[in-house]
Every structure is written in structure tokens, then in C-alpha cells.
């Protein structure tokens, strides 16, 4: 209940994102035999070993390309080991594959007495599962690199004795590695105000607050900015910044609409551009700048076209795909004006234009202001939007 509780908010809040929601999301409580069938090929295999303790344990040094996707060796992690040494393991380093039960925690039956899986293993049976012994791309954060990741190549591999399709599996850094991934992808860590996220510096806050402030697609728009393997650093100041530049994408759209697009990589250079920084390691932040050197020159030309191409390209990344209007006039209004109190404002301000009530107008513009509200008057009237 407490799971599927934390499955249902993780959703929820994914959504409010715009992120897509993956075709199947395996539990590992679900695929325990495959867990336990994994093991016994390991063990089979010469890479895993059971103990007199009933855990069931890798042996790393059993798999010499142990330590390639982090750069780390054996022998510098023995060096720097400060765990004290388990009677029960052939070596420090080896990990748990089955831990055998303890009172009240949940168990499962195995060959090796009733336990539980070890953490490292759901994912490398899980995957096998459901993509067999080699898939393309696999990402995380950069803390799981090692060892998480490190360990599912060593019980993957080590299972199953296949690597990935083509010679050489790339790292974010180009650097071949034998895995049963082709590429493996690491995100970066949240600061705030240039430090780390924890509960012990009170910086901790959820998706959920942030969102109270802030439209998301503002939100993901300023996690676009960022290249997803570079820290990202949270503040008010960004996400205001984020919002301004926004606007200025939808604002471009709005002053000129979007004509139908028919998007491929070939269309025009823009296209060509934002293609090839996407292509490479998803390069966002290149992206992004394509899409404001196009909403430059859509602002100058007031082509349709150009203006459907800029649509076009943002829905790669799941930006502009809304009424330019209802996005220049959302926003929270839980302390301000809703759209109604403005709009009514704003017809008492022309009745006091048209009265020649330069005071009472300005006293509205000063209070529509007051509220970050503003206005563009213009010869077909006044338009508004939140700032």
C-alpha cells in the first residue's frame, strides 16, 4: 500500500512535467524467480558462490573487466577499503546477490534457504527479462555508477557471456567498455544555490512546492537548459529567469502563429542544428539556443512557416505546444488576480482612457503592475500577460 502510494505521487508529479510514461514498469517483487535463475547461473558460471551463512555472494575478481565503466581498479578499491572484512566473503569487494531472511523481514524461498535478493541483482534480472541480454541504453544518477551500475555489467555479463551488439559499449566519455548496454547515461545531482540538496542543510524541497510557484513547463524548460550530466543548480532566480525566456518563445508565437511544419532533420539549418546537438549526448542546451536564434528571425520576418518550424522543434522537447495566450496569462493565482479580475480591470481602465482619466488610468496600470501584470497596449487594443 505505502509502495503503490509512492507509484501513484511519482506519476502525478512526472505528469505535471510533461515526461512520458514508460510502456511497462516492472516490480521486483514480481520477478523474483528470475532473480534467483540469474543466480544460479552465476554460480554455474564460476562468478558467484553461496555461504555457510546462507547469502549468496559475486565474486568480483572472478570478472576481469570489473571496474571499466567507473575507471576504477580492484586492487584500488581493496587499498581503499574501510568495511570491515565479512568471515563469510572470498574478498571485501564481493556483493550480495540472495541475503539470507532475518526475523520480520520479508523473505522469499530459494535454493539457499528463504532470503531476499540483494539490490544489485533486481535490476540485471528485470532487464534480462524484459530485453534479453543486451539493450541499448541505460541511464541513472551519477552516484550509481559505483557501484550499482558496475555490479549489474558483472552479474549481467557474467551471466549470460553476451555484450552489446556492436564492438565496444560508450560511456558518456566515448569510452569503449565491454557491457551488455551500448550506452550508458549518468544525470547530474540538484544543488541549491550552488549547494547540495539534503535534508541536513534544510535546502530539501519536493516537486510538489516547487510547482505551487512555478508553471512546469516552466520547471522543464529550465531542467532543459542544463546539459542532464551537469549539476543542476535550483533557485528562485533561475526559475525566474527560466519563466522570462519562456515567454519570450511564446510570445514570439503569439505575435506570430504557427503555420503547419511538416518537421525532419533536413528541413532548413535550423532543423539540421537542433538535430545534431539532440544527437549528440542529448545536447539540450544547444538546442534551446537554436530555438531562440529561430525565434529571432521569425520576430523579424513574421514568417508562419519559420514560426511552425520553432513549434515544431520545441515539441521534441516538450515545450511551445500550448495556446501561446493561455501561457503569457497562466500562472498561480492563489495571491494575485485571476484572468477575470484583470480583464475587468483592464475594461475599467479604457472607459477611463476614453474618459479622458489619466489618473485612474494609471492608478490601474500601477495596481495591474503591482500584481506583475502587463500590458501591451497596441492598435487593436490591449493585450496582458503574467511576468
Known amino acids: 500500500e505505502l509502495t503503490a502510494r509512492f507509484i501513484q505521487a511519482m506519476h502525478e508529479d512526472a505528469d505535471a512535467l510533461g515526461v512520458l510514461r514508460p510502456d ?24 558467484a558462490y553461496p555461504a555457510a551463512n546462507g547469502d549468496v555472494y559475486y565474486a568480483v575478481r572472478e570478472f576481469a573487466a570489473y571496474g571499466q565503466l567507473s575507471g576504477k581498479s580492484l586492487d584500488d578499491l581493496r587499498a581503499g577499503e574501510r568495511v570491515e572484512v565479512d568471515g563469510f566473503k572470498r574478498d571485501p569487494l564481493d556483493f550480495v546477490l540472495w541475503k539470507a531472511a532475518k526475523a520480520g523481514e520479508p523473505a522469499w524461498e530459494s535454493p539457499w534457504g528463504n532470503g531476499r535478493p540483494g539490490w544489485h541483482i533486481e535490476c540485471s534480472a528485470m532487464s534480462e527479462n524484459l530485453f534479453g541480454d543486451t539493450f541499448d541504453i541505460h541511464g ?23 555484450t552489446c551488439g556492436h564492438d565496444h559499449a560508450q560511456t558518456h566519455h566515448g569510452q569503449s567498455i565491454a557491457s551488455h548496454v551500448k550506452y550508458w547515461l549518468h544525470n547530474g545531482f540538484i544543488r541549491v544555490d550552488g549547494e547540495k540538496m539534503s535534508k541536513s542543510l534544510g535546502n530539501f524541497f519536493t516537486i510538489r512546492e516547487v510547482l505551487k510557484q512555478y508553471d512546469p513547463e516552466v520547471v522543464r524548460f529550465f531542467i532543459l537548459r542544463a546539459h542532464y550530466r551537469s549539476p543542476l543548480n535550483y533557485s528562485d532566480a533561475h526559475l525566474d529567469d527560466a519563466k522570462g525566456a519562456l515567454t519570450r518563445l511564446y510570445t514570439t508565437l503569439k505575435n506570430t502563429p504557427a503555420a503547419e511544419f511538416e518537421l525532419s532533420e533536413n528541413a532548413n539549418d535550423y532543423t539540421r542544428r537542433f ?40 515539441g521534441i522537447i516538450g515545450l511551445l ?6 501561457f503569457l496569462q497562466g500562472g498561480a493565482v492563489s495571491d494575485g488576480l485571476s484572468n477575470e479580475e484583470i480583464e475587468d480591470l483592464i475594461a475599467q481602465r479604457k472607459q477611463a482612457r476614453a474618459d479622458k482619466n489619466w489618473a ?16 501591451e497596449d497596441n492598435a487593436d487594443g490591449t493585450t496582458w500577460r503574467r511576468g
Not at 514498469?25 to 547461473?41: D, G, L, R, S, V
Not at 505546444?321 to 493561455?326: A, C, I, K, S
Request: charged share 25%; with cysteine; glycine share 8%.
Open 275 to 314: 538535430y545534431a546537438a539532440m544527437n549528440d549526448d542529448f545536447g539540450t542546451v544547444e538546442a534551446v539556443a537554436v530555438l531562440f536564434e529561430l525565434a529571432g528571425e521569425v520576430n523579424k520576418t513574421n514568417d508562419a512557416h519559420l514560426a511552425g518550424c520553432l513549434k515544431a522543434l520545441g
Open 140 to 162: 541513472g544518477g551519477a552516484d550509481l555508477q559505483f557501484p550499482h551500475h558496475e555490479n549489474e555489467i558483472a552479474q549481467s555479463v557474467g551471466a549470460s557471456g553476451h
Open 24 to 47: 511497462i514498469e516492472p516490480k521486483a517483487t514480481e520477478n523474483i524467480p528470475q532473480m534467483i535463475a540469474m543466480i544460479e547461473t552465476l554460480i554455474q558460471n564460476g562468478k
Open 360 to 375: 485612474e488610468s494609471d492608478r490601474i496600470r500601477d495596481l495591474l503592475n503591482e500584481h506583475k501584470i502587463i500590458l
Open 321 to 326: 505546444q500550448r495556446d501561446p495566450t493561455e
